[in-house]
């Protein structure tokens, strides 16, 4: 679900670079990374004691290294 509402997000909040870089090709190039990330922010879901910050860190690591390169 992350991956699809990414960019309209992005977009909507007025950021636009998609047009220009393939924010969802460096996600499918750190495919791993981006798994560990979900399993690591899911874990804990069901007691309510996940923590988002892995997620998070990756989704905001990758946009950086996406609009860098």
Do not use: V
Request: aromatic share 16%; charged share 25%; glycine share 6%.
């Amino acid at each position: 679900m992350s991956r699809l509402l990414s960019l309209p997000l992005l977009y909507k909040n007025g950021y636009d670079f998609g047009k220009h870089l393939s924010f969802e090709g460096q996600i499918n190039r750190t495919k791993a990374s981006y798994q560990e990330a979900l399993e690591k922010s899911s874990e804990g879901w069901e007691r309510s004691e996940n923590d988002s910050f892995p997620f998070m860190e990756y989704f905001l690591t990758t946009l950086c290294f996406a609009i860098r390169n």
